[in-house]
Nanobody, 117 residues
């Protein structure tokens, strides 16, 4: 069983930054591609971006140039650095294993990001 624990969310103003963290309990963390997803109120969960085991990244068009995903294999943690936040980035953010789609049906509790003036 793989467990996901997201943290780092909060309430920020437009243009500000946040860094989210997700720790993943798995023995083979370094072999996995890891992804970030988000779900806004009343909307389906969407892919935000991912990072492969080799460090290649892929992002949703609307966050390209603003969001950066990184990973620390020793800490079994994946990060989402979010800059120039917009109100439309408001959502609960989750992580999962996989490059383009979630591998596991189970999710963590997520972390709430609210961008509002």
């Amino acid at each position: 069983q793989v467990l996901f624990v997201e943290s780092g969310g909060g309430l920020v103003q437009p243009g500000e930054s946040l860094t989210l963290s997700c720790s993943i309990s798995t023995k083979i963390f370094s072999l996995y591609a890891l992804g970030w997803y988000r779900q806004a109120p009343g909307k389906q969960r969407e892919f935000v971006g991912s990072i492969t085991s080799g460090g290649s990244t892929n992002y949703l068009d609307s966050v390209k140039g603003r969001f950066t995903i990184s990973r620390d294999n020793a800490k079994k943690t994946v990060y989402l650095q979010m800059n120039s936040l917009k109100p439309e980035d408001t959502a609960v953010y989750y992580c999962n294993v996989g490059q383009d789609a979630p591998t596991f049906n189970s999710w963590g509790q997520g972390t709430q990001v609210t961008v509002s003036s």
